[in-house]
């Protein structure tokens, strides 16, 4: 199967903006919908993107999903950076109904 | 508004079988728009994709646990159910489950909305 594979940590000023990627290893990104998925510390994952690029509602649009099918990979652009976004991100798609994680990208809002 | 409930162990020894269950409350789990999944995460690492189910009980699993893992579905009760045999200490974690988006029409996924609170299963001695 394939990997999804983001960067171990970022780390960026509030009111700045942040991207973080999620290549994936084999079969195209385009192929099959990437989600982003929110966790702070001893709690349970939210979705901040769905389907690539949709947002459930209550999400702020200060959070924006995309993918690049020349670079194989999803991104997550979280502006206007705000202390509570500080968290891990998990990026998540999936192959013949084979479900993948990326393995997380710590972001510090410093 | 739809809550997910792990509810099982928080022991289990090592070669020995860990059985979870989630209740689903405030939706149906036949509906045909959802499958049902467990993920789980190990202390201080990443989410790990285990298997998700159907109302019908049609099942896909993760390649790397596919030999020591079950799941089933109880319509009647609303639950799921989630057995992974052999454990040992790399087996420790928050186990999760969660409502999988699906499209009958398309075929296509969506995402894991919501996810329940999680419940730590800790294998040891």
């Known amino acids: 199967n394939f990997m999804l594979t983001q960067p171990h940590s970022v780390s960026e000023s509030p009111g700045k903006t942040v991207t973080i990627s999620c290549t994936r290893s084999s079969g195209s990104i385009a192929s099959n919908y990437v989600q982003w998925y929110q966790q702070r510390p001893g709690s349970s994952p939210t979705t901040v993107i769905y389907?690539?690029?949709?947002?459930p509602s209550g999400v702020p649009d200060r959070f924006s999903g995309s993918i690049d099918s020349s670079s194989n990979s999803a991104s997550l652009t979280i502006s206007g950076l705000k202390t509570e976004d500080e968290a891990d991100y998990y990026c998540?798609?999936?192959?013949?109904?084979?479900?993948?994680f990326g393995g997380g990208t710590k972001l510090t809002v410093l | 508004q739809l809550q997910l409930q792990e509810s099982g162990p928080g022991l289990v020894k090592p070669s020995e079988t860990l059985s979870l269950t989630c209740t689903v409350s405030?939706?149906?789990?036949?509906?045909?728009?959802?499958?049902w999944g467990w993920i789980r995460q190990p202390p201080g690492k990443g989410l790990e994709w285990i298997g998700s189910i159907y109302y019908s009980g049609s099942t896909y699993y993760n390649p790397s646990l596919k030999s020591r893992v079950t799941i089933s579905v109880d319509t009647s009760k609303n639950q799921f159910s989630l057995k992974l045999s052999s454990v040992t200490a790399a087996d420790t974690a928050v186990y999760y489950c969660?409502?999988?988006?699906?499209?009958?029409?398309?075929?296509?996924?969506?995402?894991?909305?919501?996810w329940g609170q999680g419940t730590l299963v800790t294998v040891s001695s």
């Open positions: 405030g939706g149906s789990i036949s509906s045909s728009s959802y499958y």
């Open positions: 389907e690539d690029n949709q947002r």
């Open positions: 998540q798609s999936y192959d013949s109904s084979i479900v993948v």
């Open positions: 969660a409502r999988w988006g699906y499209d009958i029409l398309t075929g296509y996924y969506s995402w894991f909305d919501p």
